[in-house]
């Protein structure tokens, strides 16, 4: 009976994160009414608005204080997301601006791989596609777990993470490593890990980018791109991670920029201004009941159709609660003022959205705001991110092909050489070979001509008994494959179709598409001295490659490929 009643407790809790991150309690309530009551009419629509903080450029790191400064004061901006700079730089604004503000900040990161992917002083956890080679969803819920203490430790309460994006595509250039991978059931099952790490830790999480961004070949932060599939297929492969993070309590959804038909036929109308696509398919069909924020509206897929005032009007009129930089803030509140006028908005419209972020913000904790202790800040934030990096990297590394099963057995006794391909200095994969094994050492530029790489097949002959191949610092995105040259991509073929090299591929896994026939294989995803160490760690016999490829390589090395690794079915695996 307990378990009857323990199985029942937990299908009723699902969906419940959502609604508790807008839960209206007493307390709730009476904050979120009182303060909505003493805003103006242009405060409220400027709660609704996400700002920027800092950029970079060809001169360094800039900050837009002055200008979020004088917002605050203006307007009572509503949200700000940080961007560049030490994690120093940013607690120190965020204690300004929180110190300035009428009405407490949302404060937002967008952080797929934690505060790293945007402190210069924080290391980054893996790409969500390393990730998804991983076998167990466990060490998700972890990953999600010590990105929520980071937000927790510098004031920071909404992450724009995680990407459930199904990367149908490989020629993606803008999603790719970003996602889980190309299966639905895996990509929802690692989102809804990572998400509960999240928010069972009180960090509101984001699943982005709604209906789904994998299978485009443009970048909308450059143009619109276009979908052309039926809404079956849509909601066969797209939405299925939405579906399931929705029903796991997602508190957040991050609406994209596309042009999709199926859902919407008006002509260049971005899927983030469609109330197709936010009020009718997001609210209504799939029911989610959480915040919404639009994709960022400076973007080209959306900014080129409608210039960022309008794109603010029609994001709200579409259903979105909350505007993600959109640029020209006096504009678009002009604009969306003129628009209540004209009767295609109201104030009743607004006071609702201004309500719910206003739940969202006492619920999150920003009805008591403390000040960030900036003391050892930047070693708490990087208390974990190893440790779990190195798990992680353990569990995703993928042995794709071993013809030669005896070849790094007894290495101590062989003559080894290493062949870096894409540097031209020892790194620390190099470095271990040295030390451990006194291997020799070539490096192959992705400059080199074909006379360069002939040269060096010739000079490494038939001289050494192992050789150890590692492709290093390619391009993570797949155009102009990868930064990798034909006559580079004809060495590594030449030299790793040799029964004594051992190929590792330290990157985007994708690339391994040109080396099909290697014989003896190694997905490594990342390209950092721990995934150094990890290769180490195999080539010595201290690790059994557990992963499995998170994504369809080539005909050969199809999703879920790899040696001893152990086939996982995701359709019901939680935490």
């Known amino acids: 009976m307990k378990k009857i009643l323990l199985i029942a407790f937990l299908f009723?809790?699902?969906?419940?994160?959502?609604?508790?991150?807008?839960?209206?309690?007493?307390?709730?309530?009476?904050?979120?009414?009182?303060?909505?009551?003493?805003?103006?009419?242009?405060?409220?629509?400027?709660?609704?608005?996400?700002?920027?903080?800092s950029t970079t450029s060809p001169s360094g790191v800039t900050f837009f204080e002055k200008d979020v400064l004088k917002y605050i004061r203006k307007y009572n901006i509503g949200s700000i997301c940080l961007f560049q700079g030490t994690s120093i730089q940013q607690a120190m604004l965020i204690n300004k601006l929180q110190a300035k503000a009428k009405t407490p900040l949302m404060v937002c990161v967008d952080g797929e791989t934690g505060l790293g992917m945007r402190f210069s002083d924080v290391v980054p956890f893996p790409d969500q596609l390393t990730i998804g080679a991983v076998q167990h969803p466990s060490i998700a819920y972890n990953v999600g777990e010590t990105i929520a203490a980071q937000c927790k430790r510098i004031g920071i309460q909404v992450d724009y993470a995680p990407v459930v994006d199904i990367n149908n595509n490989p020629a993606n250039p803008v999603i790719n490593f970003r996602s889980f991978g190309e299966d639905k059931y895996k990509v929802a099952s690692f989102g809804s890990s990572i998400m509960k790490g999240m928010q069972d830790n009180g960090i509101l999480a984001c699943a982005k980018h709604f209906p789904g961004h994998g299978d485009v070949s443009v970048d909308s932060h450059y143009d619109l791109p276009v979908i052309n599939k039926s809404f079956a297929q849509l909601d066969e492969l797209e939405l299925y991670p939405f579906k399931t993070m929705i029903k796991?309590?997602?508190?957040?959804?991050?609406?994209?920029?596309?042009?999709?038909?199926?859902?919407?036929?008006?002509?260049?109308?971005?899927?983030?201004?469609?109330?197709?696509?936010v009020s009718k398919l997001l609210r209504q069909d799939l029911g989610f009941k959480g915040l919404t924020f639009t994709d960022a509206l400076e973007m080209k897929g959306v900014s080129k159709f409608f210039p960022q005032g309008e794109a603010a009007v029609q994001s709200l009129i579409a259903g979105n609660d909350m505007l993600c930089l959109p640029g020209d803030i006096k504009g678009s509140i002009r604009k969306v003022r003129k628009a209540i006028r004209k009767k295609e908005l109201s104030w009743k419209d607004i006071d609702e959205k201004v309500n719910r972020v206003l739940l969202a913000k006492y619920n999150l904790g920003?009805?008591?705001?403390?000040?960030?202790?900036?003391?050892?800040?930047?070693?708490?934030?990087?208390?974990?991110?190893?440790?779990?990096?190195?798990?992680?990297?353990?569990?995703?590394?993928?042995?794709?092909?071993?013809?030669?099963?005896?070849?790094?057995?007894?290495?101590?006794a062989k003559r080894v050489a290493y062949i870096g391909v894409g540097i031209?200095?020892?790194?620390?994969?190099?470095?271990e070979l040295g030390s451990r094994l006194k291997a020799d050492f070539y490096y192959l530029p992705y400059s080199a001509s074909q006379v360069s790489a002939d040269s060096l097949l010739q000079l490494i002959g038939d001289k050494y008994d192992a050789v150890i191949l590692g492709v290093h610092k390619y391009k993570k995105y797949p155009a102009g494959n990868f930064g990798v040259n034909e006559d580079v991509v004809r060495f590594i073929n030449t030299l790793g179709n040799k029964e004594n090299v051992f190929s590792f591929i330290f990157g985007n896994p994708y690339l391994i598409s040109n080396f099909s026939e290697t014989k003896n294989l190694v997905a490594c995803y990342e390209d950092d001295p721990l995934m150094h160490d990890t290769a180490i760690d195999f080539i010595e016999g201290r690790l059994i490659p557990g992963g499995s490829l998170p994504v369809t390589v080539s005909p050969k090395y199809l999703f879920g490929s790899g040696i001893k690794a152990k086939p996982v079915s995701f359709t019901s695996q939680g935490r």
């Open 12 to 53: 009723s809790s699902t969906g419940t994160f959502a609604q508790r991150f807008l839960e209206a309690t007493a307390g709730s309530t009476h904050w979120a009414d009182s303060t909505l009551k003493k805003l103006s009419k242009k405060q409220k629509i400027a709660q609704l608005m996400v700002i920027r903080t």
């Open 248 to 277: 796991d309590g997602i508190g957040s959804v991050m609406v994209a920029h596309l042009y999709i038909p199926a859902i919407d036929t008006t002509a260049n109308r971005a899927t983030s201004l469609s109330p197709d696509n």
């Open 366 to 412: 920003l009805h008591e705001v403390t000040k960030i202790d900036t003391h050892s800040l930047a070693s708490d934030l990087n208390a974990r991110t190893n440790g779990l990096k190195q798990q992680v990297y353990k569990n995703a590394i993928t042995l794709l092909r071993n013809d030669n099963s005896q070849l790094l057995s007894n290495l101590k």
């Open 424 to 431: 031209d200095k020892a790194n620390q994969f190099a470095g």
